[in-house]
């Protein structure tokens, strides 16, 4: 069995259309449907039943997804396994998004790539579909996230919550909403700040990364939501200001593991990584949340 198909197989049960899974794994949709159509083939049964709302498996398919996680899941091992240098005990592979390595994440690796000499690493940065399926497949053993989905056989372990808050470049403070710039934050932020300024004008600019707003909006005027740890330094060196005016959102960020996996290996990094999140004075849980 081609472990290919395995993977395709994962991705439309976790996306529940075979266009969304060619999207997650940047391959075609005649390309899923034929490797899905091998399995089938191979395994003598029908795997999913499609309709115009998208594929859901069958009772055979549901059957073979463990399974199928089971040969993804053991692949990789073995490809983290095989060919490690004899000083490393295993490696981690971890993905976030580039908001979570950026001032947290990667110090945090810094460090313990000190305090655990004995462990390899590879870093990912992604988005949310991609994260959580790199989890559901094996690809991932930790993934730091903000707006997760719930999934069968995954635990979501809370991280931290973010302060969004709005900050200008106008020199004077304002918030000049002609160059709004428009982060996406979640569904949930979008709804909340539509709600919170209603009548604001339509987004000068929209991103999908709040790293590329903030540095646009350190080169040129405008405002937007960013988290505080990340804008705090630009507003004590007076490139940005605080609209202390404007509402804060909060943004939790979330852990994602699975229920199967090496408790001795990766138990330990998630303590390390919550020692960390302890450790620092982000305000938490204060002002106006909305988001949960």
């Known amino acids: 069995m081609n472990i290919e198909h395995a993977r395709t ?5 976790d996306t529940g259309s075979f266009v969304a899974a060619a999207n997650l794994l940047h391959i075609t949709q005649s390309t899923v449907s034929a490797r899905i159509r091998a399995l089938e083939q ?25 399974h199928a996680g089971q040969m993804v899941r053991a692949l990789e091992q073995a ?19 580039i908001g979570l390595w950026e001032a947290f994440l990667t110090p945090w690796l810094a460090d313990i790539s000190v305090t655990r000499p004995d462990l390899s690493f590879r870093a990912k940065i992604g988005f949310e579909p ?7 497949d ?13 999934r069968p056989n995954l ?10 808050v709005m900050v200008t470049s106008d020199p004077g403070g304002d918030m000049v909403p002609k160059a709004y710039i428009h982060v996406d934050w979640g569904q949930e932020f979008s709804d909340q700040f539509t709600a ?16 590329l707003g903030l540095q646009y909006l350190i080169q040129s005027q405008g405002c937007g939501y960013f ?10 060196n007076g490139t940005l200001r605080l609209v202390s005016s404007a509402p804060v959102f909060d943004l939790p960020a979330w852990l994602l593991i699975r229920e199967e996996r090496d408790v001795e290996v990766i138990d330990p990094i998630i303590a390390e990584l919550c020692s960390t999140r302890r450790s620092k004075t982000w305000p938490e849980k204060r002002g106006r949340r909305h988001v949960d």
């Open 138 to 150: 094996g690809r991932l053993d930790i993934a730091a996230m903000y707006t997760p989905q719930r």
């Open 9 to 13: 197989f994962l991705a439309v049960s």
């Open 79 to 97: 490809q983290r396994e095989i060919g490690l240098p004899r000083r490393f005990a295993a490696r981690i592979n971890i993905g976030a998004r």
């Open 227 to 236: 988290p505080k740890r990340l804008v705090d330094r630009h507003v004590r």
């Open 42 to 66: 191979l395994l003598g049964t029908r795997l999913f039943t499609r309709s115009k709302a998208g594929a859901v498996p069958t009772h055979d398919g549901e059957r073979f997804m463990s």
């Open 196 to 211: 919170s300024f209603t009548g604001f004008p339509s987004p000068f600019l929209s991103v999908n990364i709040g790293w």
């Open 155 to 164: 635990e979501l372990l809370p991280l931290f919550t973010e302060r969004l």
């Open 130 to 136: 991609d994260l959580m399926q790199g989890i559901v």
